[in-house]
């Protein structure tokens, strides 16, 4: 079983997947470096809306950012199913505030196709692509358009 699931990840991409705004979206896993829960966050004055805070992840300094507000969907309610996902920059950490986390989806980059120029109100610039399952949809956002900003 895990040598079958390691050949199937070896032939497509794998994506973590989560909800941010009622939109189910997904980051290739490479980019990810780790999910979290920390949520003792500093409020940094002057900053962009979007912008939670800071927080500091084992001696490192990290920009923790509400997704929903930055990809102009809801902001992301307080619950217990927030997560962090901490992703790298350009040799920085910044957080993604989401949701909650759903799952790791495996894909062939072939099944993944190009991103509409809106994804339900969403500017379309912030997807690489859109993976169709056969439950639902989700917008594979671009990393760094993301971070851009």
Known sequence: MAQERKET???????????????????????????????????????????KGILNLRGRIVTIIDLGKKLGLAPVEKSKDNRNI??????????????????????????????????????GKYFQGVLKTDKELIGILNIDEVLKE
Do not use: M, R, W
């Open 86 to 123: 901490i992703v790298n920059s350009e040799d920085e950490h910044i957080g993604l505030l989401v949701d909650s986390i759903a799952d790791v989806v495996i894909a062939d980059q072939a099944d993944i196709e190009p991103a509409p120029s809106n994804i339900g109100g969403v500017k």
């Open 9 to 51: 990840a070896l032939e497509g991409n794998e994506f973590s997947t989560f909800y941010v705004g009622g939109a189910l979206c997904g980051i290739n896993i490479l980019n990810i470096q780790e999910i979290n829960k920390h949520f003792e966050i500093t409020k940094v004055p002057q900053s962009s809306e979007y912008i």
